[in-house]
């Protein structure tokens, strides 16, 4: 390798990241492993041309074979996803709904969406977040009895505080969303519909989660996590706003795209378009269902009793271990999840009483339900004795052995 002469100092610190990630089991539901091809695009010449403008219709020469990238990337997304229209210059995931917001909104309207405590983004209108200075944002959450949507509530909501545009789609929320019904509530209450998708795109695409489309008007998608692309985002639409979301996204937003970004997203929309993809994003939500019944009968409280999708949003409350203490002792054991609120939630972000965890990872390791099991009792073990040294220790080289089984391919 080129950067192991140039620049030693960061070459040990990739070594040292993939080694630990090769050791370890990755559980953050919104990390996956990407495939060799999909960084070999990341890699490529094409992070040394500048492009600002669309296809056809560029600022700068040159751009001849950067048009062809973007229309297959364009062209694969609409494809996969039955999508009207497509941008795929969004950077991520965060600046890509703020220029949703801008296109569609004017500052001071009034938005809807789910608050962070209940599984929203900090990008659906949280205080210290942009887009909660710059909109009105009202939040619904999730049923205090159920923890989970309850619609009824969220129709009357909608038509009491008429928003300009409802959010749908959230970050810690386990459960499948009925985007239909999102759609016929905002189309009655005469505001835009909305869908953040990141967390679920590959499960849509794979056709094992409800699609937004044709329903929603606008959809967000970050194209790493299930979807298991580069770290990028994109926005669909239906036709009638396809000119405004260009605007907000070049010039209004951003300058040039990351073309070498573009071809990472575009060799892994059509690796989600196999059939050994849709394989693939059914065995993580088997896994996710095998990892949470055995959560349970580990006596873990589990958020919603449960999930239809590929994250577990488990509740500590009683069990004399926090989110924080929780995530530090897994991490210890070569297990990484992220502490995370639950609903009514007591504690705060920086001190949650709750662990978000999710399949997506393990999954393109090739574990299934059986390995899930081992992992759901290797995870509360941990959560039990969470000061225990010699069960940590003891954890971790179940984990190590679990690793080498199943060991990182391509890399």
């Known amino acids: 390798m080129y950067i192991e002469k140039q620049d030693k100092e960061v070459d040990a610190a990739i070594k040292d990241e993939l080694k630990r990630q090769k050791e370890c089991l990755m559980m953050i539901p919104s990390e996956n492993l990407t495939s060799k091809a999909v960084l070999e695009a990341l890699s490529s010449m094409l992070s040394n041309k500048y492009s600002e403008g669309y296809p056809g219709k560029r600022y700068y020469g040159g751009n001849k074979y950067i048009d062809v990238v973007e229309n297959l990337a364009i062209e694969r997304a609409k494809k996969l996803f039955k999508a009207e229209h497509v941008n795929v210059q969004p950077y ?34 949280h205080g210290v977040n942009f887009s909660g200075k710059a909109y009105k944002f009202v939040h619904y959450g999730v049923n205090q009895k159920t923890e ?4 009824d509530e969220i129709r009357e909501m909608a038509l009491r505080e008429k ?36 967390h679920i795109a590959g ?29 990028g985002a994109i926005i669909m639409c239906k036709e009638k706003y396809a000119a405004q979301i260009d605007k907000a996204v070049f010039p209004g937003m951003q300058g040039g795209p990351h073309n070498n970004n573009t071809a990472a997203k575009a060799v892994c929309f059509a690796e989600a378009s196999t059939p050994e993809f849709r394989q693939y994003a059914s065995q993580i939500v088997k896994n996710a269902k095998a990892l949470a019944d055995e959560l349970k009968k ?15 949003l488990v509740n500590l409350t009683g069990t004399g ?91």
């Not at 220029?99 to 938005?111: H, P, R, W």
């Not at 580990?298 to 577990?312: A, N």
């Open 321 to 411: 271990c926090s989110g924080n203490e929780a995530e530090a002792a897994l991490d210890e054991a070569n297990i990484t999840v992220n502490k995370n609120t639950v609903p009514f939630d007591k504690g705060t972000p920086f001190n949650p009483s709750g662990i978000r965890l999710g399949t997506p990872a393990l999954t393109t390791r090739g574990m299934k339900e059986a390995e899930m099991h081992e992992v759901g009792e290797m995870i509360a073990s941990v959560v039990k004795n969470h000061a225990d040294e010699k069960v940590k220790q003891a954890v971790k080289k179940k984990v190590l052995e679990l690793c080498k089984r199943f060991p990182i391919k391509d890399y």
């Open 163 to 198: 928003p300009k545009m409802i959010v749908s789609g959230f970050t810690a929320y386990p459960r499948e969303v009925d985007f239909k019904k999102f759609a016929e509530i905002a189309q009655e209450a005469g505001a835009i519909s909305f869908a953040d998708i990141s």
């Open 92 to 125: 991520s995931g965060s600046p890509a709904n703020l220029e949703i917001y801008s296109a569609l909104l004017n500052f001071g309207d009034k938005v809807m969406a789910m608050s962070l405590t209940h599984g929203g983004h900090l990008t659906h209108g």
């Open 298 to 312: 580990q006596g873990l409280r589990l958020v919603s009793g449960g999930t239809d999708t590929h994250l577990i």
């Open 148 to 151: 989970m949507l309850d619609y």
């Open 203 to 231: 499960l849509v695409a794979a056709g094992v989660h409800q699609s937004p489309f044709p329903e929603t008007d606008v959809v967000m998608t970050t194209t790493h996590k299930t979807l298991r692309g580069p770290r």
